[in-house]
C-alpha cells in the first residue's frame, strides 16, 4: 500500500485592515493639541504597518474603505474578537457609529459569531486589553458602564473575566497600557490612573513604548519613536520591529488600533 502522509493544518493568524479616509485630517482629538496630517505620507506609513505584518506571516483581510468616516483607519475600535466571537462596538463617539457596518460584513463572511453591543452602552476596541482570558476594559470618554456590562454579560460566559480599569488622562485604555506575550503590562506611568490594578506592571519611559502588537511568540511591533522602550524589550529577549506612524500619533493614534488581530 502507498504510504499517506498527513499534514496537520497550519493556523494562519489573520490580520484585519482598513485603509484610511481621505478626510484622515478631521479625525477627532481630544487629549492632545490638533496638528495637520500629511495624508499621502500616512497612506504610506500605513503600508509599511500593513506589510510588518504581512511580512510576520500575517494573513492580511482588508475591510472595505470608509471614507466618509475620517478615524476608520483605526479599526480596532469597531470590533472586538474572543474565542471565536466577534463583539461588534457602539462607538462612544457618533461620528463613528457607521464605521461598524463594513466591519461586521466582513467578520461575519469570515465565519464569526456575530453579537453587538446595544443602545444605551457604547464601548471602543481600543479600551479592551486581552490577557490570557483576563479581560481589562477601559471605562472613560468612550466606553460607559452599560458598554462594559453588556461586554461582560457576552465574554464571561465564554470563560472571561472582565476587570474594568478607569481612565482618564488618555482616549482608551490602549493609549496607556498593553501586554507582552508574558502576560505582562506595560504603560506609561504617567498615563496610568492606578497601575496596581495590573498585577504584572512595567513602567516604560516613552509614552508610544506602551504600545505594543504582539505577532509572534516573541516579536513584538511597536511605533518608531520609542527607542529606549525598544532596547529595554530587546534586552528583555523581544524581537522588536519598529515602524513610523507618525500621522496617526497625531490623532491619538498607535499600532494596536490599525488593526484587528485575530489569532
Known amino acids: ?3 499517506i502522509t498527513v499534514r496537520a493544518m497550519v493556523h494562519q ?3 484585519l485592515i482598513r485603509r484610511p479616509s481621505p478626510r484622515l485630517d478631521e479625525g477627532l482629538v481630544t487629549h492632545i493639541e490638533r496638528t495637520p496630517v500629511d495624508y499621502e505620507l500616512a497612506l504610506k506609513q500605513w503600508a509599511n504597518y500593513v506589510e510588518a505584518l504581512r511580512l510576520c506571516k500575517w494573513k492580511i483581510v482588508e475591510i472595505p474603505a470608509a471614507d466618509d468616516c475620517p478615524d476608520s483607519v483605526f479599526v480596532e475600535d469597531a470590533v472586538v474578537m474572543y474565542k471565536g466571537t466577534a463583539i461588534i462596538t457602539r462607538p462612544g463617539s457618533d461620528s463613528r457609529k457607521p464605521e461598524i457596518i463594513g466591519v461586521e460584513k466582513v467578520v461575519a463572511e469570515l465565519g464569526h459569531s456575530v453579537v453587538r453591543i446595544t443602545e444605551p452602552g457604547t464601548l471602543d476596541g481600543g479600551d479592551v486589553l486581552k490577557v490570557d482570558d483576563t479581560i481589562y476594559v477601559g471605562l472613560g470618554g468612550r466606553t460607559n458602564a452599560e458598554g462594559i456590562a453588556q461586554f461582560a454579560a457576552i465574554v ?3 470563560g472571561a473575566q472582565v476587570v474594568t480599569v478607569p481612565i482618564t488622562k488618555v482616549l482608551h485604555l490602549k493609549s496607556a497600557v498593553t501586554a507582552l506575550p508574558s502576560g505582562e503590562i506595560i504603560g506609561f506611568e504617567e498615563f496610568v490612573d492606578d497601575p ?3 498585577p504584572d506592571f512595567i513602567a516604560v519611559p516613552e509614552e508610544s513604548g506602551s504600545h505594543v502588537v504582539i505577532v509572534g511568540e516573541k516579536r513584538l ?3 518608531a519613536d520609542a527607542p529606549e522602550t525598544a532596547e529595554t524589550l530587546r534586552d ?3 524581537f522588536v ?11 491619538e493614534g498607535c499600532v494596536t488600533c490599525l488593526s484587528v ?3
Not at 241 to 251: A, R
Open 1 to 3: 500500500m502507498p504510504t
Open 13 to 15: 493568524p489573520t490580520a
Open 156 to 158: 464571561q460566559p465564554l
Open 196 to 198: 496596581s490594578i495590573f
Open 221 to 223: 511591533l511597536m511605533a
Open 236 to 238: 528583555m529577549g523581544y
Open 241 to 251: 520591529i519598529e515602524v513610523d506612524i507618525s500621522e496617526f500619533i497625531k490623532l
Open 261 to 263: 488581530r485575530i489569532r
